[in-house]
């Protein structure tokens, strides 16, 4: 069974800075694309950003220029930079695969993000 263990949030500051972990284990990391997804209070779960197997990388419009997605194999892990964060950012952030959600695996417990001054 595939486990996901998020880290990395925090409170900051509107401008900050802040680089989310992903650690997977319980399959072959390498053969996935991964994915970030948020969920901001009383919304829906969105997805981020995703990397594929190749480390092509794609974004949501709102995150483009200021996220990036990254993958280190050899650690089964996926990175979240985030950069010049704004109050719209304030998330729990979890990664996954992209796959349909009936396919998706387990969800971690997810990082909390909270940008304000």
């Known amino acids: 069974q595939v486990q996901l263990v998020e880290s990395g949030g925090g409170l900051v500051q509107p401008g900050g800075s802040l680089r989310l972990s992903c650690a997977a284990s319980?399959?072959?990391?390498?053969?996935?694309?991964m994915v970030w997804y948020r969920q901001a209070p009383g919304k829906e779960r969105e997805l981020v950003a995703g990397?594929?197997?190749?480390?092509?990388?794609n974004y949501v419009d709102s995150v483009k220029s200021r996220f990036t997605i990254s993958r280190d194999n050899a650690k089964n892990t996926v990175y979240l930079q985030m950069n010049s964060l704004k109050p719209e950012d304030t998330a729990v952030y979890y990664c996954?695969?992209?796959?349909?959600?009936?396919?998706?695996?387990?969800w971690g417990q997810g990082t909390q993000v909270t940008v304000s001054s």
């Open positions: 319980g399959t072959i990391f390498s053969m996935n694309a």
């Open positions: 990397i594929t197997t190749g480390g092509t990388t």
């Open positions: 996954n695969n992209p796959l349909p959600q009936s396919r998706r695996w387990s």
